[in-house]
């Protein structure tokens, strides 16, 4: 069964910005949540996950894919749980997030996060809005 986007945000804020976890404590933490063991074990076999120390974000992308069915959705939800109150995440943080996901995806090409980098250039922070009207996205979309 997999996560809804609210728990996906608490075990978030719970992690806060830590840049590395015990495996045991962010099932715990994802536990509380009411994310059930079984997901949270699918969790780790996606994204090929050791015992030992895993970085929490990249387990939360993990966790924020399962609830869609389309990139769309997916990248929605990483900005509903990555994004600051405007909705803004920083760029070089979304291109590490959308890196480690394309790296988990075999159907997001090796160098759309090059282009999407690329064409994004040199800003601060973008937004969903700014990234899905992104030519590079959008190819991904199929639009």
Do not use: W
């Amino acid at each position: 069964m997999p996560p809804t986007l609210e728990q996906v945000q608490e075990v978030h804020k719970a992690l806060g910005q830590a840049t590395m976890s015990e495996a045991a404590e962010m099932s715990a933490i994802c536990v509380t949540a009411g994310i059930t063991p079984a997901t949270v074990d699918k969790v780790f076999q996606l994204g090929s996950f050791g015992g030992g120390l895993v970085e929490p974000h990249d387990f939360i992308v993990m966790l924020a894919a399962m609830i869609g069915d389309s990139l769309q959705t997916v990248l929605q939800n990483i900005f509903q749980v990555f994004g600051d109150e405007g909705g803004n995440i920083q760029t070089v943080d979304f291109l590490r997030l959308f890196g480690y996901l394309q790296s988990k995806d075999s159907e997001i090409p090796a160098e759309a996060k090059d282009k999407l980098s690329n064409s994004l250039g040199i800003v601060e922070s973008v937004s969903l809005a700014k990234v899905l009207a992104d030519e590079t996205v959008q190819g991904l979309l199929g639009a």
